[in-house]
């Protein structure tokens, strides 16, 4: 016998979701090689929160996977998946989170998959997951306001800006959006666009 029951029911689960094109898989240690240099490119930290290092080290990967990210899923403080296609599922593509607290979702995608739509499919899975599953009434994302892809998310799915207040980036202090949808936006938005991640 290799586990007990203490340890099934301490340790949080995240499922693998699906979309119609993507899996989103639960963060794992093995992710670090694939993750470090997919991520480590000025065009995906830049308007991300200063708190990502740059340049980012070698052990950057490495260092959030290890020693934050899974902690906080272990912790059931976050709910972290990579990105991949169905087409080619052992090739992570990007990431996406939920997280509790002031900033409940993050996400990134790697250059050569951004502007396919793709993130858009991540994001309605894990919205779905956020208010469905794991039960929560809001859900907020703050964003520096000249992130026009992102924002774009945001604003297509129902979000409301709700507070403007600057913030310090990976490029530097800049202007920041809180973003905000309730459970019954979210449901509406839903209801409206039955289609969705799966269609
Ligand atoms: C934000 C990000 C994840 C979007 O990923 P993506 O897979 O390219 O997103 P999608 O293809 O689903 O596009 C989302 C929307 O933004 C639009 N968009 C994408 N890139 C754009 C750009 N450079 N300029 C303007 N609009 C853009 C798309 O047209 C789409 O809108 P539409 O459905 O109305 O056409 C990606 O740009 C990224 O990883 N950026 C760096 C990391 C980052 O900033 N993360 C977010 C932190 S808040």
Redesign the pocket.
Known sequence: MCGSWSDVILRPMVPTLETRRLILRPLELGDVEQVQKLFAHW???R??NARVPWPFPEDGALRNIRDAALPAVARGEAWDWTLRQKEEPERII?RIGLYLGENNR????GLP?????????A?IAVTDYWFDVLGFPVLR?P??AE????R??SE?MAMRVVEVTESEYVSGRLLTEVWEVTSAEWAAWRAANAVGSRG
Do not use: H, P
Request: glycine share 14%.
């Open positions: 065009e995906v930290v308007l991300l990007g993050g996400f990134w995608m998959w951004q502007g396919r739509g793709l993130m858009s499919e994001v994302a964003k520096a992130n026009v892809a992102s774009r998310i297509k």
